[in-house]
């Protein structure tokens, strides 16, 4: 009786409102329940990286997770710093997709980055099982089979020259590894490897042969070194390549570096100083011996064994640039110092940063002008622009700019560019 009453207290017009109203306010509330996707979306604009992955992890959980949906948290992990958290949501999309090329690539290049050669190894093959011609899959397979399978790896390497690959690395590889010296192929391949710049890669060759061959001090070393160059842990290497190569002059020198890197400077010293006794043809153990002086503070000892890597080396430029680098940095001069390499644009923006430092900043300013028409991508004469810049005229966004210049360079210089630049930029 009572809901019968209400009925008829209701008009018949505002009782069909309130149906079509709870109908509207159950849609609604279905499509906000399952516009997770929307929300992911929305909150990935706004940069919100993390508030995105929790709507893509509840649209999982509603509705399982999707190929698409597991690419898509593999990208979130990326963009939030993370490749390792990354690497399984792609992977398990690259299952369920096995023809996707590009999924494929994306697995096997985040697996090189983490140095998980078997994984890349694997996502490589089914690439090329994708796309046979895929000349960098051939490529990477190249690079990482160099070390324990030259034939393959000249096959792989080949292969990728013909479909357009011809980087330098590429021709020095094969010809390492075609020359009969016997030498590890390992160790070929490693140095080859090292010179080009792929650290990673060397590294994995130089454990090769490690493994081969052991005890090889020197592949330990050649390990360590390619470890310190990736930024990693090279203690485990340097010391037991120290260890097994006392008469090693390779040995001692990685040892020196790790020891420097861990902050050992005198150890290092004594150890770099060994290298330099066991090998008195390398201008390579002078510089870094003379680099171990001055960081000591002996800058007298520093300048003598620089100048001697310019002897040793016959007077090649690279340590005639470091001999006058020291020079004009430090301000020890001795009575030729002045006449090393005044063309150099390191040196001179590093004179250039002392007039600023002694107040004829305009002076400095029109110098640093004039070496970055000489070098203009030159990250010390952008940084110390910059400084001058922000101290006379508080010109941010000039400064900026030189900066965001300065930290795109590899040089010693570009991460503190970058550590200013970040300071400017939240102040």
Not at 231 to 242: F, L, S, T
Not at 245 to 272: F, T
Not at 351 to 369: M, R, T
Request: hydrophobic content about 50%; overall charge negative; proline content about 4%.
């Amino acid at each position: 009786m009572r809901r019968m009453r209400l009925a008829r207290a209701v008009p018949p017009a505002a009782l069909l409102f309130l149906i079509l109203a709870a109908a509207a306010g159950a849609a609604l509330a279905q499509a906000v329940e399952t516009d997770y996707r929307a929300l992911a979306s929305a909150n990935r604009r706004a940069g919100r990286v993390m508030q995105a992955l929790y709507y893509v992890e509840a649209e999982a959980a509603r509705a399982g997770w999707s190929p698409d949906l597991l690419r898509l948290a593999g990208d979130l992990w990326l963009e939030a710093g993370s490749e390792t958290q990354a690497l399984p949501y792609w992977q398990a999309a690259a299952a369920a997709q096995p023809d996707d090329r590009s999924l494929l690539r994306q697995v096997a290049q985040a697996n090189i980055a983490l140095a998980r050669w078997p994984a890349a190894a694997d996502a490589l093959l089914k690439l090329l099982d994708a796309a046979p011609g895929d000349p960098w899959a051939h490529y990477q397979l190249g690079l990482m089979r160099a070390a324990y399978d030259p034939d393959a790896a000249r096959a792989h390497l080949a292969a990728a020259a013909e479909r357009g690959i011809n980087s330098p690395a590429v021709s020095a590889l094969q010809e390492a590894l075609a020359a009969d010296t016997g030498i590890y192929p390992g160790m070929r391949a490693g140095r080859a490897l090292l010179a080009a710049g792929l650290w990673s890669h060397a590294e994995l060759a130089f454990r090769q042969a490690a493994a081969e061959a052991a005890p090889y001090a020197d592949a330990l070393a050649y390990a360590a070194l390619a470890r310190l160059r990736q930024g990693k842990d090279a203690k485990r290497w340097a010391e037991q390549a120290a260890l097994l190569g006392p008469n090693s002059a390779l040995a001692q020198y990685a040892h020196g570096l790790y020891l420097r890197a861990a902050g050992d400077l005198e150890a290092s010293r004594e150890a770099l100083a060994r290298a330099a006794v066991l090998d008195p043809s390398s201008p390579v153990y002078y510089a870094e011996l003379g680099s171990a002086y001055r960081l000591i503070g002996d800058l007298a000892n520093a300048a003598r064994w620089l100048g001697m890597a310019v002897s040793a080396s016959d007077g090649d430029r690279a340590y005639q640039e470091a001999l006058a680098l020291f020079y004009a940095e430090t301000g020890y001069s001795p009575p030729a110092a002045s006449a090393l390499l005044t063309d150099d644009p390191d040196v001179r923006a590093e004179n250039a940063w002392k007039h600023h430092l002694i107040g004829e900043s305009e002076a400095a300013l029109a110098e640093l002008d004039s070496v970055l028409e000489q070098d203009a991508d030159n990250a010390r004469a952008l940084y110390y622009k910059a400084e001058i810049v922000l101290a006379l005229r508080d010109d941010r966004m000039e400064a900026a700019a030189l900066l965001r210049r300065a930290a795109a360079q590899e040089s010693p210089f570009s991460a503190v560019a970058q550590r200013l630049l970040t300071r400017l930029l939240g102040e």
